[in-house]
């Protein structure tokens, strides 16, 4: 069942100005409920703008964008829809005012009456989902580092126990291991709650480990939509829409290159051994695979 479904999406900014950038254009794309979708595109090629219809910041200029049972055309709908899709903005953490890490977390929830021990119970389960120790929530955010805050940003939006989650490039100027532990905890949420997730990343490695399906954007519009293991393997999409190949498709490439062809292109470093290691094992007698100490 699609939760999100975007017909012919234009958005234009500042129309009829000199401004005038047509940052979508035609773009039409269903999401199913439940589904990891990673939407990934060059710098400008319109991720942001395309989410921001998702949760009610913006309206299309032309085309039609269903979320859950509204339509975001609808003004009163708009002005609730944030309640029910959770978007983490690029750089959350600018965006964190309060005295401690609990009162940031809380203020979404607060906000829609959410009192008590109802509020408490939600503050400390959206900072555990994200692993953020409850020693932390009394600190100030600003003491914390820069992947804690980024866990007290997000948590500030699980804490509204969104139907929809949209992730816009939560990973940016993390370390690897603090994207990667964000990752897995929102893969987790997903699997456990069934929560819709949208992730936008630059990481076609994240996106090959997290991702059911991968969209694709480029200038605005839709270069292509699919299956993530389907996309990965179409080199000439990849390099359209600039994007750099996660290392196991780029080493498929290669030994394709050397007269070595995988029976398929591997997406993580778990499949490409279980993919080698039969080919390697018939080399193992003849070739010197690594140098004995005598
Ligand atoms: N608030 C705005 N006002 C005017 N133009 C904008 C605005 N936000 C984005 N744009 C323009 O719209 C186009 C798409 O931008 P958008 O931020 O959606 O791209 P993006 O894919 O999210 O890029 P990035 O990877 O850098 O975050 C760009 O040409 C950008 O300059
Ligand atoms: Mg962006």
Redesign the pocket.
């Known amino acids: 069942m699609p939760c999100i479904e975007i017909e012919n999406l234009t958005h234009i900014?500042?129309p009829g100005t000199p401004?005038e950038?047509a940052?979508?254009q035609q773009i039409s794309l269903a999401v199913d409920q439940g589904e990891t979708i990673a939407l990934l595109?060059?710098?400008?090629?319109?991720?942001?703008?395309?989410v921001?219809h998702l949760n009610g910041l913006l309206a299309p200029t032309t085309g039609r964008v269903r979320i859950l049972d509204g339509d975001v055309a609808d003004k009163k709908f708009r002005r609730q829809v944030w309640r029910r899709v959770g978007l983490v903005f690029?750089f959350p953490e600018r965006q964190i005012f309060s005295a401690t890490v609990y009162e940031d977390i809380a203020f979404g929830p607060r906000n829609i009456g959410v009192i008590g021990t109802a509020l408490s119970e939600r503050v400390s389960q959206a900072a555990q989902t994200v692993g953020l120790p409850d020693e932390l929530l009394q600190t100030d955010p600003a003491e914390l580092s820069g992947g804690m805050r980024r866990r007290a940003a997000i948590a500030g939006v699980l804490a509204m126990r969104p139907e929809i989650l949209i992730l816009?490039?939560p990973g940016a100027g993390l370390e690897p291991r603090a994207r990667e532990i964000i990752l897995q905890q929102v893969k987790e949420l997903q699997r456990v709650q069934g929560t819709t997730v949208i992730l936008?990343t630059?990481h076609l490695d994240d996106a090959a480990l997290y991702a059911d399906r991968l969209v694709l954007?480029q200038k605005?519009r839709l270069l292509a939509a699919g299956p993530t293991g389907e996309i990965l393997s179409r080199y000439d999409l990849l390099d359209e829409a600039d994007l750099e190949p996660p290392f196991t498709v780029e080493l498929t490439r290669r030994l394709a290159a050397e007269g070595l062809n995988l029976p398929q292109t591997p997406l993580n470093p778990a499949e490409a051994a279980r993919l080698l290691a039969p080919l390697l094992k018939c080399v193992k007698g003849t070739v010197p695979l690594a140098h004995k100490k005598t």
């Open positions: 900014y500042f401004l950038t940052a979508l595109g060059a710098t400008g090629s319109g991720k942001s703008t395309l921001r690029q816009d490039e936008i630059h954007l605005g």
